[in-house]
């Protein structure tokens, strides 16, 4: 099979916001509790958190994390985790039907945060509580000194605010499972007060309003207009969520999925568009795709167990095996977001430890890599710059998610600054390998060529504490600049990154 691929200095995109390689860190299951947070670890430091799981999130380069949820957020007293921590109280967390110890809050997570050289997005309650707890919330963490909450910060240990620009008026307020659902009427106005008191105090926030839980709900799109309407001007950023799933085990089409993504981010970007031509606006709203990752594996059987359990503290609970298929998608979704870069500015891996997340721990053991850590790696160091509009000329399948689906799933970027042009390209024919001419026009010229190839002969092929490395990257073979084109072949399923320094 082959491929013709352009690539051309002046077919550009948009530059990306490095926020697109964001993350997402929930109080749930083990996510907070032997994941980040495990005083009794051989590696745990003064404040208790895994050194061992800050130097892979370090790795990772992961610029914003989004906390404390997540459904957990929306029936989440904030201020239940400051304070000494003897004194805090233990709660039952109603989304995930557990118990919440307090023992991490916004002290210890804006600590951890630092460590692991990662900005904070915070979440606000607007499920069960609203707009008095949101302000108070941000004066306590923003607000330098002489009122009440910013002088209990620093009573509390923290004589600096610490500044956090990224705010989300709740999460997944569509969703009929979120604590203190609402209609999108009465989102829409909760969420639009809140945004104008923030902004009372502080105007250069900026705003995340909830726009649907994925593309299958029933209020989706209608969810967007009627949201934003009430919101345009108040708020920065429309959030999306999606998961993938691939319960029939039917690799084509769970490949194909990427499409209903970026039909998704098209629509409520048109959307967008329709509320700002209405209200006569001047100013943009993009879209934060704050929730995004493969979750199926352990879904169901996570379902019918928390049914039956009687408030755990921190269980094991959505802890996904990553396969090598996994990679693929993984790999397709973010050539979305990357193609898609001019709206989605914002984009969070759901999420980043223990719970669907690349980086597993065993509590008092090893932290080591899931299979999907490695092209969230790829992406978040290399794909940073300017995306490129490609022109993509190659063999497609039909499938029920998508007609027309291109068995070559290609991004690129280019890296003025470091003289860098990077392409994450996905083979997803699982029986031809594809051989690829990518021209390189207007560029300059072409010195060197990196290939790094994610391969596996099994799909379902997975990385464990015992064999960490079973799916990782190595050095792809025989790609090379032959009369001004880039030449290789990509194996049938495979992930690649390859490196052109200009
Ligand atoms: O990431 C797991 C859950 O998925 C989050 O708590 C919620 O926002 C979404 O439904």
């Not at 209609?183 to 007060?193: C, D, F, P, Q, V």
Request: proline letters at 5%; charged letters at 25%; hydrophobic letters at 35%.
């Amino acid at each position: 099979m082959e491929a013709r691929v352009t690539a051309h200095a002046h077919y550009t995109i948009s530059d990306i916001d490095k926020r697109l390689y964001g993350s997402f860190l929930e109080h749930l299951g083990r996510a907070v509790y032997t994941g980040i947070y495990e005083p009794d670890h051989p590696t745990a430091d003064d404040s208790g958190m895994r050194k061992d799981v800050i130097d892979l999130v370090r790795e990772l380069d992961t610029p914003i994390c989004r906390y404390p949820g997540g459904n957990f957020v929306s029936a989440y007293n904030w201020e239940d985790g400051i304070g000494p921590k003897d004194e805090r109280p233990v709660r039952l967390d109603l989304a995930w039907r557990t118990l919440e110890s307090n023992q991490v809050g916004i002290h210890e997570f804006a600590d951890w945060a630092e460590k692991a050289g990662t900005e904070m997005m915070l979440a606000l309650n607007l499920g069960s509580r609203g707009l008095d707890e949101a302000r108070a919330f941000v004066e306590y963490v923003n607000h330098p000194g002489g009122s009440y909450w910013s002088d209990l910060r620093k009573k509390n240990g923290r004589a600096d605010p610490w500044g956090v620009k990224l705010w989300c008026l709740g999460n997944e307020m569509d969703g009929p499972w979120q604590v203190g659902h609402k209609s999108a009427a009465e989102y829409g106005h909760l969420a639009n007060e809140t945004a104008k008191a923030l902004r009372g105090f502080d105007k250069s926030l900026e705003l995340v309003v909830c726009g649907s839980s994925h593309s299958k709900m029933p209020t989706y799109p209608q969810w967007e207009a009627t949201v934003l309407e009430e919101t345009y001007d108040q708020v920065d950023y429309i959030s999306l969520h999606m998961y993938f799933e691939n319960y029939e085990k039917n690799t084509a089409e769970y490949l194909a999925l990427p499409e209903t993504l970026d039909r998704y981010i098209g629509t409520v970007s048109g959307v967008i568009d329709f509320i700002k031509g209405k209200k006569r606006s001047k100013k943009d709203v993009k879209i934060s795709f704050d929730e995004w990752n493969v979750w199926y594996h352990e879904r169901e059987s996570d379902a019918k167990r928390m049914a039956e359990w009687n408030w755990p503290h921190a269980p094991v609970l959505l802890e996904d095996i990553y396969n090598f298929e996994d990679v693929l998608q993984v790999g397709c979704i973010l050539n979305t977001f990357i193609r898609r870069s001019d709206v989605v500015r914002i984009a969070c891996i759901a999420q980043l430890v223990n719970v669907i997340a690349p980086i597993m721990t065993a509590p008092g053991g090893a932290a080591w890599k899931q299979t999907i850590y490695h092209p969230f790696h790829l992406a978040s160091r290399f794909g940073r710059g300017t995306a490129l509009r490609l022109d993509v000329d190659c063999p497609t399948y039909d499938a029920d998610a998508a007609a027309g689906v291109s068995y070559l799933d290609i991004a690129g970027v280019h890296d003025g600054d470091a003289g860098t042009l990077t392409f994450f390209a996905i083979n997803r024919n699982g029986t031809e390998p594809m051989e690829v001419s990518l021209g390189l026009e207007r560029f300059g010229d072409a010195r060197t060529v990196e290939h790094t190839l994610i391969k596996h002969d099994d799909l379902e092929a997975t990385n464990t504490m015992e064999a960490p490395d079973n799916v990782a990257p190595v050095k792809g073979e025989g790609a090379k600049i032959d009369g001004g084109d880039l030449k290789l072949t990509l194996p049938p399923y495979s992930y690649s990154m390859i490196r052109v320094s200009l």
